[in-house]
């Protein structure tokens, strides 16, 4: 059974920093297209960053320039480095694995910027 389980979040100020992780127990990580998804309560569920499984990497304009996404094959990790973060980037932030039509989602973990 796989496992996706992300951790990092909480509350940060505006123009802090923070970093997620995602945790992703598949047999064959390297091969899973990559991604961070955010989603604020009565909205859908926004892509935000994505590494593919040959390595491209494209990002939302809404964080480009201020989030960075990253894998790290061995350890079965995605991270996303969220800097400069501001009010509008309070979410719950969702990793997602994908191959092959299998998709898989954590939890979730909830981001609050504020004052």
């Known amino acids: 059974q796989v496992e996706v389980v992300e951790s990092g979040g909480g509350l940060v100020h505006p123009g802090e920093s923070r970093r997620l992780s995602c945790a992703i127990s598949?047999?064959?990580?390297?091969?899973?297209?990559l991604a961070w998804y955010r989603q604020t309560p009565g909205t859908q569920r926004e892509w935000i960053a994505g590494?593919?499984?040959?390595?491209?990497?494209t990002y939302a304009d809404a964080v480009k320039g201020r989030f960075t996404i990253s894998a790290d094959n061995a350890k079965k990790m995605l991270y996303l480095q969220m800097n400069n973060l501001k009010t509008e980037d309070t979410a719950v932030y969702y990793c997602?694995?994908?191959?092959?039509?299998?998709?898989?989602w954590g939890q979730g973990t909830q981001v609050t910027v504020s004052s």
């Open positions: 590494e593919t499984e040959s390595g491209a990497i």
């Open positions: 598949v047999s064959d990580f390297s091969f899973y297209d």
């Open positions: 997602n694995a994908a191959k092959a039509g299998n998709n898989y």
